[in-house]
């Protein structure tokens, strides 16, 4: 097993920042009108706050903190699956690429669950 020695040895952030780079490639090749760059705005500021939290809980060097950021990205999670539900709701997108959005996003949301569980009791 590898130390962990920065936030991008963290499984959870790695898949975090590819499925960051997956939303935005795919609807950066969709036009959208005024009122879906809302909702993509939206989907994008609250995923990429997941991995940008890891990094900064980690970054403070403190564990007490860092859980608190987990947490935080963990609620960016479950907003994320919030806008991508809305996007497909709309199925004005691809259907099966936005399940798979969500579900990789579900994944990583079940990583950072068990990440809080793994440090709870823990000293700092």
Same mark, same amino acid.
């Given at each position: 097993?590898?130390?962990?020695?920065?936030?991008?040895?963290?499984?959870?952030?790695?898949? !975090?920042?590819?499925? %960051?780079?997956?939303?935005?490639?795919?609807?950066? /090749?969709? =036009?959208?009108?005024? #009122? +879906?760059?809302?909702?993509?705005?939206?989907?994008?500021?609250?995923?990429?706050?997941?991995?940008?939290?890891?990094?900064?809980?980690?970054?403070?060097?403190?564990?007490?903190?860092?859980?608190?950021?987990?947490?935080?990205?963990?609620? !960016?999670?479950?907003? %994320?699956?919030?806008?991508?539900?809305?996007?497909? /709701?709309? =199925?004005?997108?691809? #259907? +099966?690429?936005?399940?798979?959005?969500?579900?990789?996003?579900?994944?990583?949301?079940?990583?950072?669950?068990?990440?809080?569980?793994?440090?709870?009791?823990?000293?700092?």
């Amino acid at each position: 097993m590898t130390a962990i020695t920065t936030h991008k040895d963290l499984f959870v952030y790695q898949k !975090s920042k590819q499925l %960051t780079i997956d939303v935005i490639k795919y609807f950066s /090749d969709n =036009k959208l009108d005024r #009122s +879906k760059e809302f909702l993509f705005s939206q989907l994008f500021r609250a995923i990429s706050s997941v991995g940008a939290n890891l990094a900064e809980g980690f970054g403070r060097n403190y564990k007490g903190s860092f859980r608190q950021f987990v947490g935080i990205a963990r609620g !960016s999670s479950f907003e %994320t699956e919030y806008w991508l539900e809305i996007l497909n /709701d709309l =199925k004005e997108f691809d #259907s +099966k690429i936005l399940e798979e959005f969500i579900e990789r996003n579900i994944e990583i949301n079940k990583m950072l669950t068990g990440l809080m569980k793994n440090m709870k009791g823990g000293s700092d």
